[in-house]
């Protein structure tokens, strides 16, 4: 990839950390172990983790799309927009081939931007 669509990438990534689409997840626990009861719905605030993560996401409340660009020796943090594990979304790298088109489009024809 050339740096122009990994610069987009990485602003597409802060976006999402700093607006989630979908700020919290709700799962039906089937576990019969532990404190939790099976049936019950567990509520998680992914935009709170994403906000408030200073571990993961050092300053987390400045944008800064600079986390998510590649450096030598490190490893861009975990985009949690589109879910984790076995419940990931299947779309996703159509979702971003999709988002990176279309702003290069709306750029390159108001801003001149180049690939």
Not at 18 to 26: D, I, Q
């Amino acid at each position: 990839t050339d740096s122009a669509d990994e610069a987009l990438r990485a602003f597409l990534s802060e976006v999402q950390r700093c607006y989630p689409a979908a700020p919290f997840t709700m799962r039906n626990i089937t576990c019969k172990y532990g404190r939790v009861p099976p049936g019950f719905n567990i509520t998680y605030a992914i935009a709170g983790t994403l906000l408030d993560d200073k571990v993961s996401y050092p300053n987390p409340s400045k944008f800064d799309m600079d986390r998510w660009l590649k450096k030598r020796g490190s490893k861009p943090p975990q985009n949690w927009a589109f879910g984790g594990g076995c419940r990931t979304c299947p779309g996703r790298f159509l979702s971003v081939a999709e988002s990176v088109a279309l702003l290069r489009a709306v750029l390159s024809r108001k801003h001149g931007f180049q690939r």
